[in-house]
């Protein structure tokens, strides 16, 4: 089940909202997206396709990977004053049954290899599931294994 829709409370506008602001957010890549999807883009990564800015809900994900169900978010300072937000987000994204990959832009801009070798790890885990009991299934750490 879909989050409600943003704003207006019309059927349909929070998923519009999400597509255009998607598009906004391709546009204007921060520096530590632009060197991530640099490596995830084309199939580099065991051959599977990333989407950037993918819009799932009335949410834009940072990256996704439809087919082995896992979210990759680049977090910068502003995360820490945001963590209420972060956690119901994430809730709702597990609860979809995707594994939450999370990674502070500093280690992508410094240290992408680990960062690789993080995703690469937590792809070769079995898919997620979604489960009704909270915690079960699934990770949100950067870089734990999902």
Known sequence: MLPPPLAGGGKGE??????????????????????????LRLRQIE??????QHPLGHY???FICLEKRMIIELDGGQHLEQVEY??????WLEAQG???LRF????????????LLA????????????????????????????
């Open 14 to 39: 929070g998923e519009i909202l999400s597509v255009d602001r998607a598009r906004e957010l391709r546009r204007n890549l921060t520096e530590a997206e632009r060197k991530l999807w640099g490596r």
């Open 47 to 52: 051959g599977l396709k990333f989407r950037r």
């Open 98 to 100: 995707f594994c939450l």
């Open 60 to 62: 834009v994900v940072d």
């Open 104 to 115: 502070w832009n500093h280690d992508v801009l410094t240290d992408i290899e680990s960062v």
């Open 119 to 146: 995703i690469v790890d937590a792809l070769a885990s079995p898919p997620p599931r979604p489960s009704p009991v909270k915690g079960e299934g699934v990770c949100s750490d950067g870089g734990s294994v999902c």
């Open 86 to 91: 972060d956690s119901r987000r994430t809730q």
